[in-house]
């Protein structure tokens, strides 16, 4: 069994140069990394009631799956956490890691997937952030992942709610109509409704400690927590 999706790997590959480009086919992520950075960040330390401010989440090991660049494992070494980052993109992983040497972070950078992965490591944070849409049997994919967390770990999802709206905004607005995104960099059959991944993780025992839309206000040009999850939202999964 295998959770990688070649064609989306293939799809990925190629723009991997483009990663690091705040202006590139990456853009919609770095606008909203900060809303994830924070997101991640302040859940972290409620939980695991750490008080240090230099680096807030120090001796923290967290594992950042299909981390592509590094956009999410960069910020996360950078405030302290021991960083594994996996992507099965061979071509994702040595921008990754290219990008990281040139700003002298330390960060292993892994080309491997949950079930591929060598390691008898686990870690207290799993991130799986905008990596759900894109692989093969989500069920096999959330068993690898507990499998790699620690007991009271924490597991953050993000990814892309199966409604209209999702449809109109995701697809039809942001690739269509904005050009935010290459046409073709998502699949609505692949977006994954709330309560069908609350009770896949329940199923292996991750328990849902809070879930949160995320909201783009076009006006301001920035990313925002809101109510509605009806198009993107992030959850917070705790292994009991």
Same mark, same amino acid.
């Given at each position: 069994?295998? $959770?990688?999706?070649?064609?989306?790997?293939?799809?990925?590959?190629?723009?991997? *140069?483009?990663?690091?480009?705040?202006?590139?086919?990456?853009?919609?992520?770095?606008?909203?990394?900060?809303?994830?950075?924070?997101?991640?960040?302040?859940?972290?330390?409620?939980?695991?009631?750490?008080?240090?401010?230099?680096?807030?989440?120090?001796?923290? @090991?967290?594992?950042?799956?299909?981390?592509?660049?590094?956009?999410?494992?960069?910020?996360?070494?950078?405030?302290?956490?021991?960083?594994?980052?996996?992507?099965?993109?061979? =071509?994702?992983?040595?921008?990754?890691?290219?990008?990281?040497?040139?700003?002298?972070?330390?960060?292993?950078?892994?080309?491997?997937?949950?079930?591929?992965?060598? $390691?008898?490591? =686990?870690? @207290?944070?799993?991130?799986?952030? *905008?990596?759900? *849409?894109?692989?093969?049997?989500?069920?096999?994919?959330? $068993?690898?992942?507990?499998?790699?967390?620690? =007991?009271?770990?924490?597991?953050?999802?993000? $990814?892309?709610?199966?409604?209209?709206?999702?449809?109109?905004?995701?697809?039809?607005?942001?690739?269509?109509?904005?050009?935010?995104?290459?046409?073709?960099?998502?699949?609505?059959?692949?977006?994954?409704?709330? *309560? @069908?991944?609350?009770?896949?993780?329940?199923?292996?025992?991750?328990?849902?400690?809070?879930?949160?839309?995320?909201?783009?206000?076009?006006?301001? @040009?920035?990313?925002?927590?809101?109510?509605?999850?009806?198009?993107?939202?992030?959850?917070?999964?705790?292994?009991?």
């Amino acid at each position: 069994m295998s $959770t990688i999706n070649k064609k989306e790997i293939e799809k990925f590959s190629k723009i991997a *140069e483009e990663w690091w480009d705040p202006k590139g086919k990456f853009k919609p992520l770095h606008k909203f990394n900060p809303i994830r950075i924070r997101y991640i960040k302040d859940n972290i330390i409620k939980s695991f009631n750490l008080n240090l401010k230099n680096k807030p989440l120090k001796n923290i @090991d967290v594992l950042d799956i299909g981390c592509g660049g590094g956009l999410l494992s960069e910020p996360m070494s950078r405030l302290g956490a021991n960083i594994v980052g996996i992507d099965a993109s061979k =071509k994702n992983i040595e921008v990754a890691k290219f990008h990281a040497k040139k700003k002298k972070l330390k960060i292993n950078y892994i080309c491997a997937s949950p079930e591929t992965l060598k $390691t008898k490591k =686990k870690f @207290d944070v799993i991130l799986n952030m *905008e990596i759900i *849409e894109h692989v093969e049997n989500i069920d096999f994919f959330i $068993t690898k992942s507990s499998n790699l967390l620690k =007991k009271n770990g924490l597991m953050f999802i993000a $990814t892309l709610n199966k409604t209209l709206k999702s449809y109109l905004f995701a697809i039809v607005g942001a690739e269509y109509i904005l050009n935010w995104l290459p046409i073709g960099t998502h699949d609505w059959d692949k977006f994954v409704k709330p *309560e @069908d991944i609350i009770k896949i993780c329940k199923k292996h025992n991750l328990i849902i400690k809070r879930i949160d839309g995320m909201k783009y206000n076009l006006f301001d @040009d920035q990313w925002t927590l809101s109510k509605d999850n009806s198009v993107n939202y992030i959850s917070k999964f705790k292994k009991i």
